[in-house]
């Protein structure tokens, strides 16, 4: 990223050369992503992260197909409230009929149960790849194939944020119509993301001005964060499948000895197909911001769900949708990545048991502890 920030620091859209090397930086990060994604270049539209990317997914197609095909929207409970309340927005302003589909105990939602939410004015699909706050993968390319028999003509959108890295994406073979990412998932710049729409999939752009990114996306390019964007996805992907074991194996083993250690704590979705980094420990009877606080006084950063939501004080909408009463169990998420090792992952379980035994003992429960090694052993 550095060239671009101190030497070739030019407008992409300017002929002059500082402007021709920005513009072949995004030209040749354009390529590589497309690469990592196995698509075509010209199908990926740069944002400025996966909140706007599924703005544009959602919005885009509605407004560009829904006077043509219907206004009709089918979106999963577990959705990013980037797709939930855009669409949520529109129903309100009576610009799109909304049909939210459930999930299961696990947070698992059923292509099938998708499949039929389907109708012949069904513009856009969307069901998210993995989910942000408990990990559940979906079946992404089940659903996109039951959502063509029941309707050729409806989109497909998957929001893949939490995925890059972690499982493959490839979106020819989940068949979607349309895939977003985020740069800050990979290992990547925050403020930069990047949109798939397959080759022929129109949308209507959402922000207009010099027509940059195809008429997709107006504004002058991040150059600097689309680099870096590319080369993160570059070397997330090229290590994706040994460091998705050895992180399943240290989430596996935080899981097994917190649950030895304390009765007070259940592992969400602990038995179904989950992102191999992340956890998702629900406390009955707890605050989920005093357990936040004190973990964080301890040294051990987690959040309470989704980090977009953390700094407000409501309850998570996947909880709901799981059948878990958010207003009485605390999400506790904890994620592990590149610079995790046994011995922090030790040094979480010793300050985890010690808040939720804590905290569940000041809410009138007692406490039951048990012994057990070292998480790492």
């Known amino acids: ?11 992409p859209s300017s002929a002059h050369d500082r402007g021709r090397r920005a513009r072949a930086a995004i030209d040749d990060a354009r390529d590589r992503l497309a690469a ?10 740069f944002t400025s992260g996966g909140t706007e990317a599924d703005n544009l997914a959602v919005r885009g197609a509605l407004q560009r197909w829904g006077g043509e095909r219907g206004r009709h929207l ?10 939930l309340r855009t669409a949520a927005g529109l129903a309100a302003r009576g610009e799109a009929e909304v ?40 079946h992404v ?33 989940l068949g979607v119509d349309l895939l977003s990412l985020s740069a800050h998932k990979c290992y990547g710049p925050k403020g930069c993301g990047v949109l798939y729409a397959r080759w022929g999939t129109r949308l209507t752009t959402q922000m207009e001005g010099g027509g940059q990114e195809r008429e997709r996306r107006s504004g002058t390019e991040n150059v600097a964060a689309i680099a870096g964007f590319a080369v993160a996805a570059e070397l997330v992907e090229s290590e994706r499948e040994d460091e998705a074991t050895r992180l399943g194996a240290l989430r596996d083993c ?23 980094n ?3 420990l629900l406390v009955d009877d707890a605050s989920g911001e005093a357990l936040v606080a004190a973990l964080d006084g301890a040294g051990v950063e987690v959040s309470g769900g989704s980090a977009c939501a953390s700094g407000a004080a409501r309850p ?24 995790t090792l046994a011995a922090d992952v030790d040094d979480a379980v010793d300050h985890l048991v010690e808040a939720i035994d804590t905290a569940t003992a000041s809410a009138g429960k007692p406490l039951k502890r048990r012994a057990l090694s070292a998480a790492g052993g």
Do not use: I, K
């Open 36 to 45: 990592v994604l196995g698509c075509a270049p010209r199908e990926l539209t």
């Open 74 to 83: 089918v979106v999963s409970a577990v959705e990013h409230e980037a797709v």
């Open 254 to 276: 935080l899981e097994a000895a917190v649950l030895e250690r304390t009765a007070h704590v259940r592992v969400a979705a602990r038995a179904s197909h989950r992102l191999p």
């Open 141 to 173: 390319a089940d659903a996109a194939r039951l959502v063509r028999l029941a309707n050729p003509r409806t989109l497909v959108h998957t929001d893949a944020v939490q995925a890059l890295g972690r499982l493959a994406v490839d979106p020819r073979a």
């Open 278 to 280: 992340m956890s998702a």
């Open 316 to 339: 998570s909408h996947v909880l709901a949708a799981m059948g878990e009463d958010p207003g009485r169990t605390a999400l506790l998420r904890l994620s592990m990545g590149r610079g």
């Open 99 to 138: 049909t939210v589909v459930g999930c299961d105990a696990a947070g698992r939602v059923d292509p099938e149960r998708v499949a039929a939410a389907v109708r012949g004015d069904t513009t856009l699909v969307s069901m998210m790849l993995a989910n942000n706050e408990v990990g559940t993968v979906q």
């Open 1 to 11: 990223m550095l060239p671009f920030l101190r030497e070739h620091w030019g407008n």
